[in-house]
């Protein structure tokens, strides 16, 4: 079974930590209370002093992670091309802000950082040698609606392989592999009114693989409103789903893979995922020999329930590595 250690994004307070109700300190001592062996961070969400580390953020980072026991593993950069007004940037400015996100991660002591797929497969081929020079393992996040099997994530992986580099690779997310609607989505829709004819229709198209456009064209013909076009979408966006996981597009990368964002949405009460397949994905994972980090990254923020679903998640996956 490898290594696999379970972690939490501290993502997953992103609405307890935007409103006050948990200061920085107070998210790292839940992740460790809830036994996260280690912590992702996304600098611009949380880093006083993004995107530089002063002397007095690492110490007080260091006095935290010894404090309460837990690791500070991994480092979310952000690629954000449209920083300027009046141009998207070019691939060498990508390139640079990347090599400052790889001395913030150093400085602080992250072994990983997570990329987007924003800064381009040749940019990531030449960020090797500095994720090397500075000891950080630098992922391209697989992130809906790609998957390890789409072109640009097969670019990705030619470059990776080529560099032969030890240092860039992938961070698949488990959003990437669902197979149903999401949950909340589904349920939000339907408060608003969404005719649950309509919102089994459109799931269809999905399935379907019918264009966007046409599946649009089709719901608005068949009276559809805005509560089932807000989740038409998602459907076709960053929270799509298809028949099957791409769990063989996953078995040929996994050489590749760094780290693990573990996306999830929805845990009942039996720790379920309603929509992600957790257990056949983790198995792939188990079967690689995988060392490292699934990162819980809850993502229904508005919900409330952040706390309540992250444990429920700890929970699951020591249940699913029987650990």
Known sequence: MGNIRLGISLYCFTDEY????????DCIRTAAEFGAEGFELVGTQMLPSYPYVTDQVLGEFKAMTSAYGIEFVSYGANTDRGLRSDRDLTEDEMLQLAINDL???SKLGCRIMRVQYLLSPSAL??????AEHYGVKVGVEIHNPETP???VMQQYLEVIARSGSKYIGFIPDFGCFAIRPNKPHWDEALARGAPLELLKMAAQLRYEGVPRDEARQRLLSAGANDAVM????????FVTFYKEPDLEGLRRIMPHVIHFHGKFHYLDEQLEEASIPYPDIVQVIADADFDGYI?????DHLSGRALEMTERFMRMGRKLLDK
Do not use: D, V
């Open 295 to 299: 990162m819980a990254e809850y993502e």
């Open 149 to 151: 099997s789409t072109p």
């Open 125 to 130: 081929g030449r960020l090797a040698p500095y």
């Open 103 to 105: 001395r913030t991660a």
């Open 18 to 25: 935007i409103k006050g109700k948990m200061s920085l300190e």
């Open 230 to 237: 807000g989740a038409f979408q998602g459907m076709y966006g």
